[in-house]
């Protein structure tokens, strides 16, 4: 005869579980496979251990359980943590003063001033023009020069890219495109003031080729000379002639 017939298993009571139905062997007195099926019956049914009462959370009214004990304290008048903490921030909710939003800044943001602009976009928009000239706390009297304050201005920095554009970002002479370009006036920036926007007085030249032209760095004096040179022998021709 077999030994493993002999043996008598341990597992020789049959059971079916009264959740799933599955039949399972077990010595004890069980009504269930596993714990998962035992946790699965207590669904729906009230708990014996809960002797406490239903209330509304105060910040997000929200219905939560609070046990007797809790309740007694005066405790227990919040549904979570987020709810606690939002609760004691001191918030204020005010306008955006470009385009009207609604925002919510910290009384210390309304001590410092700040929390004006709901983005940083509004921000730049409302600050045109409040720290210009004297009202910045860098202005020096007007220590900047013309000539900087109209190459750094909007006009010419459109100017400038409608040149580029019209040229398609390549050197005019050599034909070289992209790379390190400069917007190169025809007529002199310091010599014709009225044509420093005209865009058919701008030709795009790479950096190579902008440093041949006449005007070029210290180059410009010696047009200056040559330009009064000019002048001096067209009055003195008109001089012989009368």
């Known amino acids: 005869m077999n030994i493993l017939q002999t043996t008598i298993s341990p597992y020789k009571n049959e059971k079916t579980c009264l959740t799933c139905n599955n039949k399972f062997f077990t010595p004890r007195e069980r009504k269930f496979c596993s714990c998962?099926?035992?946790?699965?019956?207590?669904?729906?049914?009230?708990?014996?251990?809960?002797?406490?009462?239903?209330?509304?959370?105060?910040?997000?009214?929200?219905?939560?359980?609070?046990q007797k004990l809790v309740n007694k304290i005066g405790k227990g008048n919040y549904c979570s943590k987020k709810c606690f903490y939002l609760s004691k921030r001191k918030r204020k909710?005010?306008?955006?003063?470009?385009?009207?939003?609604?925002i919510v800044i910290r009384p210390s943001q309304e001590k410092e001033g700040k929390g004006q602009y709901c983005s940083p976009f509004c921000s730049v928009i409302g600050k045109i023009g409040k720290y210009k000239k004297n009202k910045c706390h860098f202005w020096k009297g007007g220590v900047t020069p013309i000539n900087m304050l109209i190459r750094k201005s909007r006009e010419y920095k459109l100017w400038?890219?409608?040149?580029?554009?019209?040229?398609?970002?390549t050197c005019v002479w050599c034909n070289y495109k992209g790379g390190n370009l400069n917007a190169d006036h025809i007529k002199p920036f310091s010599l014709y003031?009225?044509?420093?926007?005209?865009?058919?007085?701008?030709?795009t030249l790479c950096s190579p080729c902008h440093r041949t032209t006449e005007t070029f760095g210290s180059k410009m004096r010696k047009y200056h000379l040559t330009k009064a040179n000019k002048k001096t022998t067209i009055k003195y021709h008109l001089v012989l002639q009368v």
């Not at 003031?193 to 030709?203: A, E, S, V």
């Open 193 to 203: 003031p009225k044509l420093r926007f005209l865009i058919d007085n701008g030709r």
């Open 93 to 102: 909710t005010t306008h955006c003063k470009v385009c009207n939003q609604s």
């Open 36 to 66: 998962s099926c035992y946790w699965k019956s207590l669904k729906g049914k009230p708990s014996k251990r809960k002797n406490g009462i239903y209330k509304n959370c105060i910040k997000c009214n929200k219905q939560f359980y609070v």
């Open 160 to 169: 400038r890219k409608t040149v580029f554009e019209r040229d398609n970002y």
